[in-house]
């Protein structure tokens, strides 16, 4: 699972809750895998398409990762 919002062109990965973002963010419980107007975060089950991760998600999944823990 993946989070989006339509704020702006980033997409965020999960912690293993999948109620907050890898960053921090808080993400609605609801999943919804079709491009929508929103100011709120949502789940999508696909990564997505145009889109680029945001740096925060990236750095700490990276040390994730690395550290050979789960997301």
Known sequence: MFAKGSSNADYHLLRADEEQTLCGRI???????QPIKSSHLHLTTTRPANCRLCEGCAALGANVVAAGQQL
Do not use: E, K, Q, T
């Open 27 to 33: 993400v609605a419980p609801i999943i919804i895998d």
